[in-house]
T-cell receptor
Framework: GENVEQHPSTLSVQEGDSAVIKCTYSDSASNYFPWYKQELGKGPQLIIDIRSNVGEKKDQRIAVTLNKTAKHFSLHITETQPEDSAVYFCAASIVSNTGKLIFGQGTTLQVKP | NAGVTQTPKFQVLKTGQSMTLQCAQDMNHEYMSWYRQDPGMGLRLIHYSVGAGITDQGEVPNGYNVSRSTTEDFPLRLLSAAPSQTSVYFC????????????FGPGTRLTVT
């Protein structure tokens, strides 16, 4: 089955710096890659996603890139702010009726003011 | 809309006790699922349902039962709690044709002693 590895497990940056979180997946059939942000005491919330037919997608300060050949994808956050501090999860899925999401282990991002 | 709601928020059980974690959504989503979140392991799929009367197993189904009698509700039952089931449990839902865009509830923190 699908396996998703996420690195690093913790990341600390200064406010205004960029942050990059990387994930690799094992199943070449996976074609949908969402990123979730989980704030303390809350459930994960979808922040951006990318399909396998797209190499990059951007939404304001966040962007996601996908390398299908290498089977890895990354989340990029630019001009980080303290409110970006949270746990971030990547996931991989095959778009189908089952909707199974396989999550990475999570990255705790701390943005220091 | 209230979105996805979960009760209780916190629960402490003794080994061998049973309980039901409640999940409800008011978005008319066909797809619902249960995940557990453990430190360093991300979110793992326990059970999911693609519609009323239809359920299936995820990655870690042992020790848990589910049923789906209505579109709105998807309870998770622990028949005989074990310390290994100490975790944070999240319920999620989505439209069947958009199972890749899942909405998560706030979670239930369960401790089994």
């Amino acid at each position: 089955g699908e396996n998703v590895e996420q690195h690093p497990s913790t990341l600390s940056v200064q406010e205004g710096d960029s942050a990059v979180i990387k994930c690799t997946y094992s199943d070449s059939a996976s074609n949908y890659f969402p990123w979730y942000k989980q704030e303390l005491g809350k459930g994960p919330q979808l922040i951006i996603d990318i399909r396998s037919n797209v190499g990059e997608k951007k939404d304001q300060r966040i962007a996601v890139t996908l390398n299908k050949t290498a089977k890895h994808f990354s989340l990029h956050i630019t001009e980080t702010q303290p409110e970006d501090s949270a746990v971030y999860f990547c996931a991989a899925s095959i778009v189908s009726n089952t909707g199974k999401l396989i999550f990475g282990q999570g990255t705790t991002l701390q943005v220091k003011p | 809309n209230a979105g996805v709601t979960q009760t209780p928020k916190f629960q402490v059980l003794k080994t061998g006790q049973s309980m039901t974690l409640q999940c409800a959504q008011d978005m008319n989503h066909e797809y619902m699922s249960w995940y557990r979140q453990d430190p360093g392991m991300g979110l793992r799929l326990i059970h999911y349902s693609v519609g009323a009367g239809i359920t299936d197993q995820g990655e870690v189904p042992n020790g848990y039962n589910v049923s789906r009698s209505t579109t709105e509700d998807f309870p998770l039952r622990l028949l005989s709690a074990a310390p290994s089931q100490t975790s944070v449990y999240f319920c999620a839902s989505s439209y069947r044709w958009r199972t890749y865009e899942q909405y998560f509830g706030p979670g239930t923190r369960l401790t089994v002693t």
